[in-house]
């Protein structure tokens, strides 16, 4: 019986031990399925492809496109012809320019700076959601852009 207690207690000695060093724990839990909604606080927002903005787009779904780059990344690289210009930097002062009744899709070079503008817009109630691939991918799709 003292074997099997010094036994036992060696070994929670040996997973504590483990754990004070930051080694991996793994889960039983089988991983859960990617989704298509990324949690910014209480608020989630959607993503959609180049292709599913370009179908919305061209039905005049009543969507509101934010274009989150620089102007000069606008002007040089091009731009959805649909798109307003809000630079990410100027968000928050210029939220009255953004329709609170429309839903909102951002939009930047390659769907890192949208994210940040959906987290933040989600968190003050809009309807947003992220183009990922931003326009690397509209242009990879063939799609037009509108250049000066």
């Known amino acids: 019986m003292r074997i099997r207690s010094l036994s036992l207690l060696i070994f929670v000695l040996g997973v504590m031990a483990l754990a004070a060093c930051g080694a991996p724990v793994t ?3 089988p991983p859960t399925a990617p989704t298509t909604a990324i949690i910014a606080g209480a608020k989630t927002f959607g993503e959609m492809t180049v292709a599913d903005l370009k179908a919305k787009l061209d039905a005049n779904a009543g969507l509101f496109l934010l274009d989150v780059r620089t102007p000069e ?7 959805v012809a649909a798109a307003t210009l809000i630079p990410l930097n100027e968000l928050d002062s210029r939220l009255s320019e ?7 899709a951002c939009i930047c070079r390659s769907g890192n700076r949208s ?4 987290t933040d817009l989600a968190a003050r109630g809009y309807t947003v959601t ?4 931003g ?4 242009g990879a799709a063939g799609f037009p852009i509108t250049r000066p």
């Open 130 to 133: 992220n183009v990922t691939g």
């Open 115 to 118: 994210t940040t503008a959906c």
């Open 98 to 104: 953004i329709p609170t009744d429309k839903p909102i």
């Open 135 to 138: 326009m690397h991918a509209w």
């Open 27 to 29: 889960s039983v839990n």
């Open 73 to 79: 990344e606008f002007r040089q690289d091009g731009h």
